[in-house]
C-alpha cells in the first residue's frame, strides 16, 4: 500500500531541533559525541581508496591503541597519534573489503569507539565494527533481503534463558514452504551474534540465495559459550558438555518446532569456526545420522591431539583419546552412507592447521572421505567469512 | 525432535581450553578483560536487594563518572571510587526494576563497561545496558517468546539502505494467520534497536501476550532519524520531511508485502515516544484514515506551541502553525469516525507536560476526544516501558 506524502507541518517539528537537546534524550549525550561539547568527531571514516580513519576524543590520554586483530599490520595494536584539538587519529590501510572489530585503548581502558552505533557482540565483551565496502559477496546489494531475529529459548539442560539469532531467507515471513535448516555456530571469541554483524552471515547468504548459488535455508545461530569462563561449554553433571546437551536438548528442538524446517538428515547441515569447529564435531560425529553436511572452519578436535597450542608440544590428554572415545561412532559405516560433505578449510598461518590436518588424517584413518582445502591466511574472520560463502552453495543440491 | 545425549569426548576439548587462549579468539581480548591481565573485574553486579555495582578498570584514570540518566539520583552523573587494584567502582540503589542504560566517563571519554557484553543502540552512540529483575510486565519469563528480527530494507525515498526491527509474537514463524500490525516509533535518543533493547518491548508483548491482556500482533520498530545531525528526519526536496517520506514510502509497504498482517485501519496501530510522538502525529493526522489507534508517549507536537522547550519562552514558528497547516485534516469529521483510540501519557515531571497539554487541548478543539493520563516520573524509559504496557492491551480489541 501507498500513502499520500506529507508535505507539510514538520517545520514546527525541525525548528525545535536546537530546542530539543534541552528536554531530550536522556541519558544525555556521552562525551565526544560533540555538539558544542568539543571537536565533533567523526569516526570511523573509510576513504574511497580503503584507508579507514579512526579517532576518538580524549584530551587527558597519555596513551591509546588501536585493538583490531583482524585488520592486518595491526597485530600489535597500532598507536594512534594525539592532535592540538585532544583528538587521537590513527590512518590504517588501504583495508580489503569486509568487516573488522575494533577498540580503543585509552590508557589501558578498553573503549568501544564512542562515535559509531555499529557493534559486534562477544561472551564478555563489546567491538566496535567497521565495514569497508567492496566485497561483492557480502556487501549489502539492492537483492531481497531476509531477516536475522534475535530469540530467546528456555534451556531446560542449562535452567535458564538462552539467546540465539536465526536467519529466515527472503520471503519466509510470507510463505508456507518448509526449508532445510543450518546450524552455525561461532568460535571462542564470540557470541549468537557475532555470525551476524563481523561474519556478514545474513547478507552472504542474501547475495547467495538472490544469484541462485544457495539454496533457501534457515541458519540457525546459537550461543556456544555457556558461561563467561571462556571456552564453549562448560561441563555438567557426568561431565556432559554443557553446549552439546543446550545443543542436542533445546537449541535443536526449538529451531525445528518453532520454523518451517525438513527435519530429515538430507535437510540439515551444521558447521563451526574454530571453538565452534570442535563444536561441530563433539555434535556431529556422535549423531551422524542426523546431519547430512557438516563444516569446520578453521578447527578440529583441538587438544586432541595435542594440538590446542597450535603444534607446539602439549600434556597428553588425560584418560583415553577423543578417537578411543567415538571409535564405534567413527567406524559405523551405516551412519556414514548419507553423510554428503564432510568439509574443513584452514588457513596455512593459522595455528590450528596442524589441529585440522591431525584431524583429517584420523576422520580419514576411520573411512571418511573428508574434503580439506588449506586457505590463505590466518584464525581470522577473514577467512570464516569466505568459508560459509564457500560451504553454503554445497547444501542441499 | 530430541538426539542422545553426548557423554563423551569433551574432555579433550575442555583439557585444551588453557591452551586455546594462545591461539584464539582473534582480535586480543581487551584490557580490563581479566585472565590474567590484572584483577578480575565483575560489572554490574546487581544484588538481590536491587543495588547496582558499577566497575571498571582504570588504573590510570583521574576521574571516573556514571553516565545513567535514568537511574535515580544519578542526574549528575555519579563518581566511581577508586580501588588500590586500579578498579573503580560505585554502589547505586536500590534501583526500581527495570532495564537501565549507562556508560562510563573516564577522563572525558565516554566508554562502555568493558565486562558487560549487554548493549542498548542509538543513533551515534552505543549504551551498555543492566538489567535490574523483580518487573512481572517486563522481565523475561517462562512464556512463550516471539521473536525480534533486524531487517534490512532499500528506502527508495532516501535512496540508501536501511534497518527497521519487527516483533513477531509467539508461533508466528510457523503459522498462516494474518496479524495486526503495530508501528512504534523511538525517541531523539535511540534508534532502530531501542525499543527491543532499553525498552523491553519484545518481552512486554510476550507477557501481555501470554496473560491474554493484549491480542497477537506484529511490532513494526523503524529507524526514526535519517542522519546522525540527531532530530529525526532531515527535510528532502520540497522540504518534506525524510522519516514521515520514509515511513509512508518504504517502511509500511514493507512490513505489510513481506508480513502477514491485515491491512486495513481496524487493524493498524501507530504509537512513538517523545520525537516518536511527534513523528506518530505527522504521519497520523494526514493519513487518520490508515490508523484506528494512535499513541503519544511523553510527547506532543513538539515546537508547535512554542513548547519545545518545555514551557520555558520559545520564539513563535515561522510561517503558518501546525495547527493552521493542518485545518483541513483536523477538521474532517469522517475520517475520525474510525479512529477508535488517541491516547496521550507524559509524567508529571517531563517538560514536555505543557507541550502534550496544548496539543491535547488543540484537538480537543477541532473535535477530537483524546485520552490524556498525566503519569508521575519524567522523560525516562521507566515510563515509555510502563505507557506500552498500557496501551497495547487496548489495540484490536
Redesign the interface.
Known amino acids: ?17 536546537a ?15 560533540g ?1 558544542g561539547r568539543g571537536p565533533q568527531v567523526v569516526s570511523p571514516a573509510v576513504g574511497e581508496d580503503r584507508r579507514v580513519t579512526f579517532r ?7 596513551s591509546v591503541r588501536l ?4 585488520i592486518p599490520g595491526n597485530g600489535q595494536g597500532a598507536p594512534l597519534t594525539k592532535g592540538e584539538n585532544g583528538v587521537w587519529e590513527v590512518v590504517m590501510g588501504p583495508i580489503d573489503p569486509g568487516a573488522y ?3 580503543f ?8 569507539d ?4 555499529s ?1 559486534s ?7 566496535s565494527l567497521v565495514y569497508v565496502p567492496g566485497a561483492d559477496f557480502m556487501d ?1 546489494k ?1 537483492v531481497p ?1 531476509g ?8 534451556s531446560t539442560s542449562l535452567k535458564r ?1 538462552r539467546r540465539m539469532h ?1 536467519y ?1 531467507p527472503p ?4 510463505g ?1 514452504e518448509k526449508l532445510p535448516v543450518f546450524y552455525l555456530l561461532h ?5 549468537d551474534e557475532a555470525w ?1 554483524s563481523v561474519g556478514r552471515a ?2 552472504i547468504l542474501d547475495n547467495l540465495i538472490a544469484a541462485k548459488k544457495a539454496k533457501p535455508m534457515i541458519v540457525v545461530m546459537p550461543a556456544g559459550h555457556t558461561s563467561t ?5 562448560g ?1 555438567g553433571p ?4 554443557e553446549f ?2 543446550d545443543f ?2 533445546d537449541i ?2 526449538y529451531a ?5 524446517v525438513i ?1 530429515d538428515r538430507a535437510h540439515r547441515a551444521i558447521a563451526g569456526l ?2 565452534g569447529g ?2 561441530t564435531l ?2 556431529a ?3 551422524l545420522a ?1 546431519f547430512a553436511y557438516v563444516g569446520v572452519y578453521s578447527s578440529g ?4 591431539f595435542g594440538g ?3 603444534g607446539t608440544a ?1 600434556p597428553a ?3 583415553p ?2 578417537e578411543e ?2 571409535k564405534a561412532e567413527l567406524d559405523n559405516a551405516a551412519a556414514k552412507k548419507g553423510l554428503k560433505l564432510l568439509w574443513f578449510s584452514t588457513g596455512v598461518d ?3 592447521i596442524t589441529t585440522t590436518r591431525a584431524t583429517v588424517d584420523m576422520l580419514k584413518k576411520h573411512g571418511f572421505d573428508p574434503v580439506f582445502k588449506e586457505s590463505p591466511g ?4 577473514i577467512n570464516w567469512r569466505n568459508y560459509l560463502n564457500e560451504f553454503a552453495p554445497q547444501l542441499f543440491q
Open positions: 500500500m501507498q500513502l499520500g506524502r506529507s508535505t507539510a507541518g514538520f517545520a514546527a517539528l525541525m525548528f525545535a531541533a530546542a530539543w537537546a534541552q528536554v531530550a534524550p536522556q541519558p544525555p549525550a556521552p562525551a565526544g559525541r555538539g576518538i576524543l580524549a584530551p587527558h590520554a597519555e585493538s583490531a586483530g583482524d572489530r575494533y577498540n585503548n585509552v590508557d589501558g581502558v578498553s573503549t568501544i564512542p562515535r559509531n552505533p557493534i557482540e562477544s561472551n564478555t565483551n563489546v567491538w549489502t539492492e533481503h531477516a536475522v531475529a534475535a530469540v530467546t529459548y528456555w534463558f536465526i529466515t520471503g519466509y515471513e510470507l508456507k568460535g571462542a571469541g564470540d557470541c551476524t545474513g547478507f569462563a571462556g571456552f564453549g561449554g561441563r557426568g561431565g556432559q558438555d552439546v546437551n542436542v536438548t535443536m528442538p525445528e518446532s518453532h520454523y518451517r527435519a574454530s571453538m570442535s563444536q563433539n555434535i560425529i556422535p549423531h542426523k578436535l583441538i587438544g586432541a590446542g597450542r597450535g602439549a590428554p588425560q584418560g583419546t577423543w572415545q567415538h593459522d595455528r590450528l590466518a584464525h581470522t574472520w
